[in-house]
């Protein structure tokens, strides 16, 4: 389990929001929306600590995550996997070492280990026959499943989206989404899923926290996201073009 308590963040005189509290049970996936500027990718990086804050706490399974001496905290991270919003991928290298990457860096395991590993990966991504493939001949919804096989390899507890269907098709979009619930449901993994996407939303996740002006301004379920009166809320759903029935 997750608990944000009373996180503040500050760039230089720049407030970026203040008293976030919530809490993600473990194995549920939470939505983080809210403008562009709003902090959400900031708010995520504090949960792995790739951020601090100027107040507050992030609690990991009982830890203190900032209190953490460094090689704990390096120890911590492995237990996080992140999607990035463009996937992140050395281009220099083939797929299949994109997603062996983390296995190469942080075990000791020999070569048959890992190979098997990042083709049972890959296949998870539907992707078990591009691995020789570089990179650069990938579609951009390609690269973002690469990406996901990567974040993925070392069977992580929590498993972080940024921005997972921007720049994509809408039928991909959906692959992706179809992808987030399928790791979700069957790896027994906690999301947190930064996106502008309320189909998206209302698609994966269980609870949703909406930031703005400069603090936590909302924080539900998908069931009270879709009858909520909140005024600023219900604006950047009309704002995304999306419907909600």
């Not at 008293?19 to 562009?36: M, N």
């Not at 706490?57 to 996997?81: A, E, H, M, S, T």
């Not at 950047?236 to 419907?243: D, L």
């Amino acid at each position: 389990m997750i608990e944000i308590k009373n996180l503040k963040k500050s760039f230089g005189n720049n407030l970026v929001w203040e008293d976030v509290s919530l809490t993600i049970p473990d194995g549920e996936t939470l939505a983080i929306i809210g403008k562009s500027g709003s902090g959400k990718s900031v708010l995520m990086k504090h949960i792995n600590a790739l951020l601090f804050p100027e107040d507050g706490d992030v609690i990991v399974d009982g830890q203190y995550i900032f209190d953490l001496p460094y090689v704990d905290l390096r120890i911590l991270r492995q237990r996080f996997g992140f999607l990035f919003q463009g996937a992140a991928l050395f281009d220099s290298i083939s797929a299949f070492e994109n997603v062996a990457f983390p296995l190469r860096y942080f075990t000791s395991w020999k070569e048959d280990r890992i190979r098997n590993r990042v083709m049972e990966c890959l296949e998870m991504v539907n992707l078990n026959d591009i691995g020789n493939k570089s990179t650069a001949e990938l579609s951009g919804g390609m690269r973002k499943r690469v990406g996901l096989a990567r974040a993925i390899v070392l069977q992580p507890d929590y498993l972080m989206y940024d921005e997972p269907t921007s720049g994509l098709d809408p039928e991909t979009s959906d692959e992706i989404n179809e992808l987030i619930i399928h790791m979700s449901d069957n790896l027994n993994i906690t999301s947190i899923v930064v996106t502008h996407d309320m189909h998206s939303v209302l698609r994966i996740a269980d609870h949703a926290a909406f930031l703005d002006e400069k603090k936590l301004s909302w924080f539900g379920s998908i069931e009270e996201l879709k009858v909520s009166e909140h005024p600023r809320l219900r604006s950047f759903i009309k704002a995304s073009e999306y419907q909600i029935t």
